[in-house]
């Protein structure tokens, strides 16, 4: 199974600590999400973790709508 996702930040600076030093904050991140994911399905998954820049996005009506929020 393939899962995509997006971690969303509101500065580019927030995007660098999410990532961490060489991505290995990321990866963390990525690791213990795609654990708990196969957990609840109990399959095998691969998990694609994107993370994306989205000025004032909790601010944004329009843009916490899309998030389902």
Do not use: C, F
Request: proline content about 3%.
């Amino acid at each position: 199974m393939d899962v995509w996702a997006s971690l969303y930040v509101e500065r580019d600076s927030q995007k660098g600590i999410i990532i961490g030093k060489m991505g290995a904050r990321l990866r963390k991140i990525g690791q213990d999400a795609r654990a708990g994911i196969e957990r609840m399905l109990g399959t095998p998954v691969y998990l694609d973790l994107r993370v994306n820049v989205a000025r004032d996005w909790q601010r944004d009506p329009k843009h916490l709508h899309r998030l389902g929020m």
